[in-house]
């Protein structure tokens, strides 16, 4: 019997990656290319370009187009069995628009295979360059749209987060009011996800509920698009944006160019695209309310699955969730993660982290009292402007340093508190957490984040986990086509998550915790009151 796969791939900042899985959840296949490598013609760095006013950045839309057929033709060259392939995914960076002129969905239909896709697609955009996540240039727009709603908290009820320099409605709302004739040639704004999907598709494909949650445009409740919010952005957006779906959704077959072209199956079908955090949601498998993944790399990410939201001005963002459309998932990024750690090991532990976990490990649960914060760069959860380290003693007194022991603990404990106290905010009660990224090694940094949250903690082989998630997300919706109805992802998937337990907590030391973390929010809320 032909063997059934899925493909899922994942147009991320730096590049365009594909994972293929069979039935089994193996992958069979993988293959990345990198925009600054691989397409240097596009100029970019990072894949990205950078205004002159340091705020405005971009991607040229016509990199992606031209990313696809180039990874197409790799996985064609390497013998990927494309013809088995039954459902395609992706995931894209969140929160980028893509400007497509009228007229754009019926080029995308008439594609010819024995020309690239650049070539025939080069002026499809209103707008050659895509503003995408790292752009900050709109904190005008966020304002004058958050009074419209009614201020940050209303916002953050309606859409899932307050307003965002990011968040795509922000940038809509910039791109009428400084480039309106761009804005009036425009038929469709896509996300990066639901424009990769419109390649393949041959035509417009939608927007999905979870990326769609990352524009402050959506109504998180009813899943459709606020009027309300529509109104303060920008004039007849509604037909502009196209209609939004859940994230199993099936979307439409493959256009035949890519099956004359490379091979696939003409029985080949898509699935609606998301973004990169949602589909690491799926990646890492956190299907049940209680199942909450910290990634800690550069920066901590905190991002799980909720069965109840609750949107907050101040902390991170409510998403539908992208494998379950009666539930949520909330994600809180924090700016100074293991960039912070380093910088202590660099300063007490002679730049070695058995030291560092040694010193951790010398020093008791709770540290005596001590507690520190340590902001390097303006941190984002919560938002603090003053960067420094500020250090209390047990009598919640300002000390101008700790030992080397109760500064290493200081920082592990802090930003798990922190993580527990702000994660609690928006609506994450852990039942396990799943640690991934560089600090996920480190086992006292396993040992605090355990006793902290009181619960279990497993580590994940993979921290890469979007285009991987995005295959798991072509199963699913497949599993969903042929099954008529909404099959449960860990039913579509098999209950067996292949997950280890790292650390397992200690209760007294849990107990410890819940007590320090009423202290721990009194000294935040001291900083906080006096940031500048
Ligand atoms: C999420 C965000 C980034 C991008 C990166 O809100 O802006 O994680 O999705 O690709």
């Not at 091979?263 to 898509?270: D, E, I, N, T, V």
């Not at 998932?329 to 993660?337: D, F, I, L, Q």
């Not at 490990?361 to 540290?367: F, I, T, Y």
């Not at 250090?391 to 500064?407: M, Q």
């Amino acid at each position: 019997m032909e063997p059934k796969l899925f493909l899922g791939l994942d147009a991320s900042t730096q590049g365009l990656k594909c994972t293929l899985i069979d039935e089994a959840l193996q992958i069979v296949y993988e293959c990345a290319l990198n925009f600054d490598r691989d397409l240097p013609q596009f100029k970019t760095q990072g894949g990205a370009h950078v205004g002159s006013d340091g705020l405005t950045v971009t991607s040229p839309a016509a990199m992606w187009v031209a990313a696809l057929d180039l990874l197409l033709e790799q996985m064609k060259a390497d013998g990927a069995p494309l013809a088995s392939i039954c459902t395609i995914s992706g995931s894209g960076q969140q929160h980028g628009s893509v400007w497509l002129r009228y007229g754009a969905a019926e080029r995308m239909a008439q594609l010819d295979a024995s020309q690239p896709l650049g070539a025939q697609l080069g002026d499809i955009f209103a707008i050659a360059d895509s503003p995408i996540w790292m752009d900050s240039s709109t904190g005008p727009q966020c304002q004058a749209r958050e009074a419209a709603l009614g201020g940050a908290q209303a916002t953050a009820t309606l859409t899932g987060s307050r307003a965002y320099e990011r968040f795509t409605g922000n940038q809509i709302a910039k791109v009428y009011e400084q480039q309106p004739d761009n804005y009036a040639a425009t038929e469709r704004i896509c996300l990066v996800s639901s424009f990769m999907a419109s390649l393949l598709k041959g035509g417009y494909a939608p927007i999905d509920v979870s990326d769609g949650s990352g524009m402050n445009l959506m109504d998180i409740r009813t899943q459709t698009w606020s009027s309300q919010a529509l109104a303060c952005t920008a004039p007849d957006l509604e037909s502009k944006l196209g209609p939004i779906v859940a994230s199993h959704t099936e979307i439409g077959g493959l256009h035949p160019y890519f099956v004359s072209r490379y091979g696939f199956s003409p029985q080949a079908r898509l699935i609606a695209w998301s973004g990169d955090n949602p589909n690491s949601l799926a990646g890492l498998r956190l299907q049940e309310p209680g199942d909450v993944a910290i990634s800690m790399g550069t920066s901590y990410t905190v991002f799980g699955f909720l069965r109840e939201a609750q949107p907050s001005a101040t902390e991170g963002h409510i998403f539908v969730n992208p494998v379950d459309p009666e539930a949520f998932m909330a994600m809180v990024c924090y700016k100074n993660g293991a960039l912070v750690r380093d910088r202590i090991r660099d300063a007490v532990a002679e730049g070695s982290w058995s030291t560092f976990s040694a010193l951790v490990a010398e020093s008791p649960v709770g540290n005596d009292g001590n507690i520190g914060f340590y902001i390097h760069d303006p941190e984002i959860t919560p938002p603090l402007r003053t960067t420094g380290i500020r250090r209390f003693n047990a009598a919640g007194e300002a000390v101008p340093v700790f030992s080397p022991a109760t500064e290493c603990r200081a920082v592990v404990e802090g930003q798990c508190l922190s993580m527990r106290l702000h994660g609690a905010n928006i609506g994450f009660a852990p039942k396990r957490i799943l640690a991934t990224g560089g600090a996920s090694v480190d086992q006292e940094m396993l040992r605090v984040l355990s006793n902290v949250f009181g619960v279990p903690v497993f580590v994940a082989e993979k921290s890469d986990s979007a285009s991987l998630g995005a295959a798991y997300r072509a199963m699913h919706g497949w599993h969903c086509a042929v099954g008529g109805r909404f099959v449960a992802f860990g039913e579509a998937l098999g209950d067996e998550s292949g997950l280890v337990c790292a650390m397992r907590p200690d209760a007294a030391a849990h107990r410890c915790y819940s007590e320090m973390i009423t202290r721990y929010a009194q000294l935040e809320k001291k900083l906080l009151a006096a940031d500048l």
